[in-house]
């Protein structure tokens, strides 16, 4: 198994995810602010300045994090990162994922998710996605896109709170229809 690239460009039809710069700290912050989007997260005060400020900085300093840019408005939309990657088990996760509200329910997700797990894809075998365990917004996210929930609750220093695993595989991923179908744009 080969060693992957943790912070490549990844280009799609409306999102560029880049890696994080720390000159994107104002407008990531903008775009996280919204307690709407933290509600039903572990870390539920996400939107505060201090605390979100402490996820952007662990975010630049874990060298595997993105930027969403909307190719069109050229703003920032959301992030996420790589994490975990175990090249012995062919796994990597992909979490830590946001997007502004406006870009709910539509097909962003899917993009950006499409892009990150093709990328991931060239060097393991199982992306895994870690949600928390009251977090039914992102558990259906996962679902919609897909993914399988491993069995159980899990936890882990960096997610004390009880999470479900989700994961896609390689195969999974080459042969769904949701992955092979043309984006909507």
Known sequence: MSSIDLQPTLIGPRVTVRPIAPSDWQDMFAAAADPDIWA??????????????????????????????????????????????????????????????????????????????????????TVLFWVGETNWRSQRAMEKIGATRRRGLHSRPLAPHPHVVYEITKRDFQSSPIWTAQEDQ
């Open 40 to 125: 039903l997260h572990p870390a539920s005060d996400r939107y505060t300045e201090p605390v979100f400020r402490a996820f952007f900085d662990n975010a630049l300093a874990s060298r595997s994090a993105f930027s969403f840019v909307d190719r069109k408005s050229e703003k920032i939309i959301g992030s996420s990162r790589y994490h975990e990657y175990n090249p012995t088990l062919s796994e990597i996760e992909i979490g830590w994922t946001f997007l502004k509200r406006a870009y709910w329910g539509g097909s962003y997700n899917l993009e950006v998710k499409r892009l990150m797990l093709a990328h991931a894809f060239t060097s393991v075998d």
